[in-house]
């Protein structure tokens, strides 16, 4: 009597046989030609996906895909032109499939004091960070609703949690981004479309060498309040990716994941 019970408590299908898989998804993955973004697409694909990967710089998609493999395809794009982001979105799913899993990945990082910072600085950053998310996210969430089934995630940071010093706009978009999260979450939970972020720590990406290559004191101040005292690795992220956006994460909306190997909470 208590085993029966126990069953008719599961909610997992029992034709599925991993809750972890992503077989049989298609992912849009922006920025996916490098860091963060390219080791999302590899682990999604480990994990059964298709993907396909958008950015600027279209030797670096090409280079991208041929290291991926037949299950990644990609489409040269600048989130940055948000009339663009429809057409993109449109493209996509009657070419290839409807999107299952978006990663609103792509951005951009700038160290300047914050008295130093144009008002050209900062739209840059929040367009490219925060409205271009809004437009895609848009784009992608319309078809999702349709079909009553999505899963979308957002990169956030650390520069959403504390305050890091010569981040400003960053630090603004990216706690746009936090916000956005919640107010999706609880807009779109009813048709089944979920909306989390992962907040990374630091971790070892072309923007990471950037903020912290000629600021060694920066470089030791990140460090030392990462409990787990090393960087992270751009896969550290793709892992989280595939939990959030598999099966077993379908109790999960709303959320802001943190991988930082505890940096968020270190002293
Ligand atoms: P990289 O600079 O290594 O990669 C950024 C990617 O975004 C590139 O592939 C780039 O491609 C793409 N991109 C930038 N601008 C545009 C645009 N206008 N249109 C389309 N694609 C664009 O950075 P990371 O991999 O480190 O960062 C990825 C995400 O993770 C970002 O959102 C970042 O803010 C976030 N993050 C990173 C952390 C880190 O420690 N590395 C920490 C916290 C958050 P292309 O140039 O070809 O357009």
Redesign the pocket.
Known sequence: MIAEQKLNGLQTDPQIKNVFSLEGKLALI?????????DIARCMIMAGAKVII????EH??KESIELLGKSAQYVV????ELSSLEDLVEYIESHIGPIDILVN?????MKKPALEVSDEDFQRIVH??LN?VFALTRSCARRMIQRQSGCILM?????AYYGIDRVVA?AAS?SGVEGMVKVLASEFSKFNVRVNAI?????E????QTAMSSDPDRMNKALNRTPMGKFGK?DDIGWAAVFLASEAARYITGASLPVDGGNSVGF
Do not use: C, E, Q, W
């Open positions: 922006t920025g996916g030609g490098s860091g963060i973004g390219f958008t950015g600027r710089r670096a998609l794009n600048d989130v940055t990945n792509a951005g951009i990082n490219t960070n271009a990169i956030s940071s650390m520069a960053y990216k907040a990374p720590g630091f971790i990406t072309a923007m990471m751009p």
